[in-house]
């Protein structure tokens, strides 16, 4: 059985930080290119960041680039999401996919 958790939101002030994790079970994950996505009610899903199954290969949505940095940790299942200069639009759940399952996902609200 697959599962891919999330965790790590919460509520930030506007210039602050929050580091996401994405553990996984039940799949390759060291051999699965991995992706977050945010999505806010009404809206459509839209991609963060991606990393290849290496973590050799990085690619960002142009709002989080310099921003945000995608890594992961193959020997514990697990990618992350660092999250700097947060910004109110920012505000989303957060999921990570391998492209074929999805996380519960977390929120991400940033207010001041």
């Known amino acids: 059985q697959v599962h891919l958790v999330e965790s790590g939101g919460g509520l930030v002030q506007p210039g602050g930080s929050l580091r996401l994790s994405c553990t996984a079970s039940g799949i390759a994950f060291s051999r699965n290119n991995m992706s977050w996505y945010r999505q806010v009610p009404g809206k459509e899903r839209e991609v963060v960041a991606l990393?290849?199954?290496?973590?050799?290969?990085?690619n960002y949505a142009d709002p989080v680039k310099g921003r945000f940095t995608i890594s992961r940790d193959n020997a514990k299942n697990t990618v992350y999401l660092q999250m700097n200069s947060l910004k109110p639009e920012d505000t989303a759940v957060y999921l990570c996919?391998?492209?074929?399952?999805w996380g519960q996902g977390t929120q991400v609200t940033v207010s001041s």
């Open positions: 990393i290849s199954s290496t973590g050799r290969s990085t």
């Open positions: 996919t391998d492209f074929e399952h």
